[in-house]
């Protein structure tokens, strides 16, 4: 081969290079643009709300729990998902906890990891929903005053990731006068060691007594403490399930929207759940529970907890969300 057609080859070798990597560069300019203009549609479309859109942890329960998911990532999954906001789920941490030589250095470990990935991932800690601590309406005092020491370490967790609140449980008893004395204990010195960390302690209505509004509301109104407030959840209304179980058929119920509308002036989160939708019988009506929701002047996060097995998790949570921001847009434009 000659010098001349040595240097013919060679300049079309960098030739061919150059447009190799001048459309490298060009395709990602072009995604980085299709992302912003997918992000600016998502934020047009939410801009105009009164409320922000937080994710529910255990909307992801499967996958985490199958271990297709690593918890530490869930800001990242919101992230993918279209979120600003998420609510973590204790449990899904807290065995990894309890089981390492110094729990203490672990529960650093872990809640630097998930501020870090939040902050990465430009998202919101709102709060995280504590299980397995202990029964703050438990009728015995030595129980209920365990499960505040055990909520305790769940109160300085939330205060270090920016979150301004936790869901804890209030079960205790079906005795209703029972209920109420050891509720008010329960939540008065949590709420009162909370209220030094800046964090609200809110009740679920999550079943037997905590799902029958007007006993929750009248123990919440006499604790009276502007840091202990609610959570509604939308899908949680059962006050009594067949045998007396925590869980399964439901045998007697609160009326939903009442409900929610009683427990919204102490509301620091609204939970949106349904375990399926329109075109499978769903029992709640989100337009007029968002008209409910409006009404009451709310402005905070709206998470979305979904529960079935009728879609794989992602699209189930995706289903939810576009219902949610489409009845919010139907009474927005009426």
């Known amino acids: 081969m000659n010098f001349t057609s040595s240097k013919t080859h060679v300049l079309l070798a960098l030739c061919a290079l150059f447009f190799v990597v001048t459309g490298c560069k060009q395709n990602r300019e072009n995604k980085a643009e299709n992302e ?3 992000q600016k549609e998502s934020n047009e479309n939410t801009d105009s709300l009164f409320f922000e859109l937080s994710l529910a942890q255990w909307s992801l329960h499967k996958a985490i729990q199958s271990g297709k998911l690593d918890p530490l990532d869930f800001a990242e999954k919101a992230s993918e998902l ?3 906001g998420i ?3 204790s449990t899904f941490y807290s065995e990894r ?3 390492a030589e110094d729990p203490e250095a672990e529960m650093k470990i872990v809640l630097d990891s998930l501020k870090s990935k939040s902050e990465k991932f430009n998202i919101r800690n709102v709060l995280i929903m504590v299980d397995g601590e202990g029964d703050l309406a438990d009728p015995s005092e030595e129980v209920r005053n365990k499960a505040v020491e055990n909520h305790k370490k769940w109160v300085d967790a939330a205060e270090f990731l920016g979150c301004h609140s936790i869901r804890v449980n209030t079960f205790g008893t079906n005795d209703p006068q029972e209920w ?3 509720v008010i204990d329960g939540l008065t010195k949590l709420s009162e060691y909370a209220a030094t960390k800046k964090i609200n302690i809110l009740v679920e209505n999550h079943g037997w007594l905590s799902s029958d509004i007007t006993k929750l509301m009248a123990a919440i ?13 939308t899908g949680n209304f059962c006050t009594k399930r067949k045998d007396g179980q925590k869980w399964g058929e ?7 929207y009442k409900g929610v509308k009683l427990m919204l002036p102490k509301a620091e989160g609204v939970s949106a759940k349904s375990e399926d939708f329109p075109d499978a019988g769903m029992e709640i009506d989100y337009e007029k529970m968002m008209q409910i929701v409006k009404d009451s002047g709310y402005e905070g996060f709206i998470g979305i907890e979904y529960e079935s097995d009728k879609y794989p998790e992602d699209e189930g949570i995706l289903h939810l969300k576009n219902l949610v921001l489409k009845s919010a847009e139907n009474i927005a434009n009426n």
């Not at 109104?221 to 959840?233: A, I, S």
């Not at 439901?250 to 939903?256: G, R, V, W």
Request: aromatic letters at 8%; hydrophobic letters at 30%; glycine letters at 6%.
């Open 221 to 233: 109104n006499e604790v009276n403490m502007e840091n202990c407030g609610t959570l509604p959840d």
């Open 36 to 38: 912003m203009i997918v």
């Open 180 to 182: 109420h004395n050891a």
């Open 97 to 99: 906890i309890n089981e």
């Open 250 to 256: 439901c045998e007697e119920h609160f009326d939903p």
């Open 87 to 89: 609510e973590y789920v």
């Open 82 to 84: 279209g979120f600003s």
